[in-house]
DNA sequence: TTGCAAAACGGACCCACGGTCCATATCTTT
DNA sequence: AAAGATATGGACCGTGGGTCCGTTTTGCAA
């Protein structure tokens, strides 16, 4: 696990710039995969070897600055007001959360989908950010009378922001921002619902 | 595009040879990235470059091998007895879709995975047997009354059956086939109950 | 049959990219 | 200031997808 803080003040100051370096990369629009950890170095003004040593590997390059760039939300989420926040009736936190992870797809695309598809060994189920991301969905859809298997609601709720698939629908199919928020929205409402019964009706 | 049909017979058997090899391979568990392109040349007992020329890339592989054994479903669906097949009541058939979705993900878990993210370039929803699934689900469920939105809905209901989410569920968190099944089953249900109001009612 | 062009073969080869190595440079500490 | 510790960077490596091309197979026709 190669990712351990160094307190020379050169480390840090390298890393900061790789951050910063690959930050821009990703916001200038490209498919991400032709972004290169050589081009990262090289637009850092490093060589691939400080950039490996300070991040591991590519994953762990994209983790940080996905991390970096998700600080305010999770923060808004963790101590912010309604109707992210705590203290806000489930319902529409549930709605605001996914609202929320909608938005910053839409405006992290690129990175977002880099990150999905780091793939080589690991789904993207395992990192972490996503575990956080579910468990707090999983919690607040637990607050919800009548709703049942919230696990796997949670889950079923997060894959309808998967970063390609928003992607494709924000790209390739042209669908407005706005709409589209309305229809997760519109989506989520549905689910939430207290609908007739919910568990049972499985025939076979 | 490098993918017609050649009427010689050395091209025909090595061709089968060649799904024949790789679907073995892809059923005989292990992560699909460590499959490559040589081992099931190998493995058919042929040349890379006849490989590449049947197939064009590995997409093209994949791709092949995908319809081959999605081909019972899809007659299934097309022109078989309900549940699945047609004229059936929209409700039903589109629990039935998504349950043979999910069951088709589960049975061939490593093929599925190694298709989704062979994405290079392309999403995979920009594959044409994603659009096939998308444009028939859309198609059911504008029969059904009061639903809005049946293009974003097609879309995530078939994100709930991601491959790398039912493989997460059912390799990294051990949850049985059936029960699976069933959580499916009842987000579906929730998704196409009438609620009160659909739409509608977005605070912000 | 045999002759011959068209098509397919296969495996050596190429190259891009993630990742490692290590001689050298930079820091920090006393 | 000297030495031990730590970081640097770019040459280098392995892997795997994809290509090339001299050789072989096939199918048609004479």
New interface residues.
């Given amino acids: 696990m190669p990712e351990r803080q160094s307190s020379r003040k050169d480390a840090i100051r390298n890393r900061e710039a790789v951050l910063a370096a690959a930050d821009a990369l990703f916001s200038r629009r490209a ?1 991400p ?1 032709d972004i290169t950890m050589a081009d990262v170095a090289a637009a850092a003004g490093v060589g691939k070897g400080t950039l490996f040593r300070a991040f591991g590997d590519r994953a762990g390059l994209l983790r940080a600055l996905y991390e970096a760039r998700l600080e305010p939300v999770r923060e808004a989420v963790e101590t912010g007001p309604p ?1 992210l926040g705590p203290g806000t009736p489930p319902q ?1 936190r549930v ?1 605001a959360l996914l ?1 929320a992870v909608l938005c910053f797809k839409l405006d992290n695309g690129p990175l977002a989908l880099a990150l999905e ?1 780091s ?3 690991s ?4 990192a972490d950010h996503y575990e956080r991301w579910h468990g707090l969905l999983r919690a607040v859809l637990e607050q919800i009378p009548g709703l ?2 919230s696990d ?2 949670a ?2 709720l997060l ?2 922001t ?1 970063a ?2 928003v ?3 924000a790209g ?1 199919r042209g669908i407005p921002r706005e709409r ?1 928020r ?6 989520v ?3 939430l ?4 019964r ?2 049972g ?2 025939d076979e």
């Fill in positions: 498919s995969e109707p529409d709605r609202d598809d793939g080589s060994d789904s993207p189920y395992r049942t298997d796997f609601t889950h079923a894959a309808a998967r390609d698939l992607e494709h629908l390739e589209m309305e229809q997760l929205a519109g989506f409402a549905k689910v619902a207290p609908g007739p919910p568990g009706t499985v």
